[in-house]
């Protein structure tokens, strides 16, 4: 990276705390990820804004405070084991590899953009993030396992029952909720006896997210 693009980086950041941004590992971890790396070439010149930026196969890579608002309200720990479902450009991705990821799976219906994403990861990041095509709600898609943190990139008119099994004890899944005054953060805890508490957050602007995998794109 050059030391332009460095103090662009700092001004990226720098404007994201002005829009509310404060969690510091969220905000440390977007500094060291260029957006731009991950935006569609004719697109870079907007990767530091706060927009939403099309990507192929008409999907979106969401706006910065929405990425960091989801991350945010993850809380990623170190060593964790994550699950991401909607790859996207990748972004995400790395962001979470930032804030100390052991593993991720990370499920994309489209190759196109799974081949996309895995492009722009770094190498080293490619050991730590296995990216697969497939239909991230699909039940059997996780396989056995179980995770410390599910991120849904997507909003959906209910979070499928199945997810919640996934998730190890002390685990956290965040995705968004489609509401009649638009969709909003949910959050889901497993305790550590089991039980899975849901509860709504702020409001987002986020795609939905389509079911199935796609056999075309």
Known sequence: MTMEGSVEDAAFVMA???????????????????????????HRDLARRDVALPLACGQTMSAPTVVAAMLTA???KPGARILEIGTGSGYVTALLIRLGAASILSVERYATLAEDAVSALDPE??????????????????????????????????????????????????GALAQSGGARLVLADRGGEGAVVKNLGVQLRLAPLTPGRAFVL
């Open 125 to 174: 990041d490619r050991v730590i993030a296995r990216v697969e095509v497939g239909d991230g709600l699909d039940p059997d898609v996780a396989g056995e396992g179980a995770f410390d943190r599910i991120l849904v990139n997507g909003t959906l008119p209910a979070m499928p029952a199945h997810l919640d099994s996934l998730l190890a004890p002390g685990g956290r899944l965040v």
């Open 16 to 42: 994201l705390r002005g829009l509310g941004v404060r969690d510091t590992d969220t905000l440390r971890a977007m500094e060291r990820v260029p957006r731009a790396r991950f935006a569609p070439r004719e």
């Open 74 to 76: 993850l809380k990623v």
